[in-house]
């Protein structure tokens, strides 16, 4: 049997429950107060005290002193005659300042590197340049093989030729990419270059796997392999893509590479502030 040992005159007893867990070092409110921020994020809007509690697996009296808190510091306000939380003035000004300090270029460079050593190919990171509907190469790491891809910085990627252009239009609602299309035309490059009834098969594939695959369609020898990076909008704004000769990026390796593009698009993603 164990005794308690009574607390000392003018001091609290020390709650049995920690605040902070052992296991992964997380203070357990502060945790929680997180959640209910994002879990009110994504209703885009208002939700009741009541909703968030479900979500968050709380009681509701748990809930609303987490919420009190953030409602004290101006992280969330009630609105409306039924109370409902919404984001506050001050979410937006500390969320503001991740984005006025983020920098794509330094932030992407170490992991096209990396991305470049798991493959052993050349990686490149290309933006969406709305005013041309054209894709454009702003940064690249190249391999040390003595055959490699080497595109200029500044380098426009054909649409529905290319890797980094077609992960683009596989992001675009159909009739976006029939406008776009009609304006920019179809050159063919190469005899592999895609038909348009081939190019919307080939988008509703990139589509299911999440990845998009060009096979010599820009470039006779040249194969691509890209995936988009999403912004917080749920846009495409940029692209990741893994680029070689056909004798190495061989049938058996699209699905390997495919997957490391996949995963460094989500990682980019998360990192600049898009979508789980």
Same mark, same amino acid.
């Given at each position: 049997?164990?005794?308690?040992?009574?607390?000392?005159?003018?001091?609290?007893?020390?709650?049995?429950? =920690?605040?902070?867990?052992?296991?992964? #070092?997380?203070?357990?409110?502060?945790?929680?107060?997180?959640? %209910?921020?994002?879990?009110?994020?994504?209703?885009? #809007?208002?939700?009741?005290?009541?909703?968030?509690?479900?979500?968050?697996?709380? =009681?509701? $009296?748990?809930?609303?002193?987490?919420?009190?808190?953030?409602?004290?510091? #101006?992280?969330?306000?009630?609105?409306?005659?039924?109370?409902?939380?919404?984001?506050?003035?001050?979410?937006?000004?500390?969320?503001?300042?991740?984005?006025?300090?983020?920098?794509?270029?330094?932030?992407?460079?170490? @992991?096209?590197?990396?991305?470049?050593?798991? $493959?052993?190919? +050349?990686?490149?990171?290309?933006? @969406?340049?709305? &005013?041309?509907?054209? /894709?454009?190469?702003?940064?690249?790491?190249?391999?040390?093989?003595?055959?490699?891809?080497?595109?200029?910085?500044?380098?426009?990627?054909?649409?529905? /030729?290319?890797? /980094?252009?077609? /992960?683009? %239009?596989?992001?675009?609602?159909?009739?976006?990419?029939?406008?776009?299309?009609?304006?920019?035309?179809?050159? +063919?490059?190469?005899?592999? +270059?895609?038909?348009?009834?081939?190019?919307?098969?080939?988008?509703?594939?990139?589509?299911?796997?999440?990845?998009?695959?060009?096979?010599?369609?820009?470039?006779?020898?040249?194969?691509?392999?890209?995936?988009?990076?999403?912004?917080?909008?749920?846009? &495409?704004?940029?692209?990741?893509?893994?680029?070689? =000769?056909?004798?190495?990026?061989?049938?058996?390796?699209?699905?390997?590479? #495919? &997957?490391?593009?996949?995963?460094?698009?989500?990682?980019?993603?998360?990192?600049?502030?898009?979508?789980?």
């Amino acid at each position: 049997m164990v005794n308690s040992i009574p607390a000392k005159r003018g001091k609290k007893p020390r709650s049995a429950t =920690p605040t902070t867990s052992a296991t992964t #070092g997380q203070v357990q409110s502060l945790t929680r107060g997180l959640k %209910l921020l994002e879990f009110i994020a994504e209703a885009h #809007g208002n939700v009741a005290l009541t909703d968030l509690a479900q979500q968050a697996g709380l =009681p509701n $009296s748990t809930t609303h002193r987490l919420l009190t808190t953030m409602q004290q510091q #101006g992280f969330v306000r009630q609105v409306g005659d039924l109370g409902l939380w919404t984001m506050g003035a001050h979410a937006f000004i500390v969320g503001s300042s991740f984005l006025q300090s983020r920098n794509l270029l330094a932030m992407v460079h170490p @992991m096209l590197r990396r991305l470049m050593e798991e $493959s052993g190919e +050349t990686v490149n990171l290309a933006v @969406m340049d709305k &005013a041309e509907d054209q /894709a454009v190469i702003i940064d690249q790491v190249q391999c040390t093989a003595l055959m490699r891809m080497s595109a200029p910085i500044g380098g426009k990627l054909p649409m529905h /030729a290319s890797g /980094a252009g077609k /992960a683009f %239009l596989a992001s675009m609602p159909d009739d976006q990419v029939t406008k776009l299309l009609h304006k920019k035309g179809m050159h +063919t490059y190469t005899p592999y +270059t895609l038909t348009p009834h081939n190019l919307k098969e080939g988008l509703a594939l990139i589509r299911k796997q999440g990845f998009s695959f060009d096979d010599e369609e820009h470039a006779l020898g040249l194969r691509c392999i890209a995936a988009c990076i999403f912004d917080e909008h749920r846009e &495409a704004f940029a692209a990741i893509s893994i680029s070689g =000769p056909v004798s190495r990026m061989t049938d058996d390796r699209v699905t390997e590479l #495919g &997957a490391l593009v996949i995963h460094a698009a989500k990682e980019i993603s998360l990192e600049y502030g898009g979508v789980r």
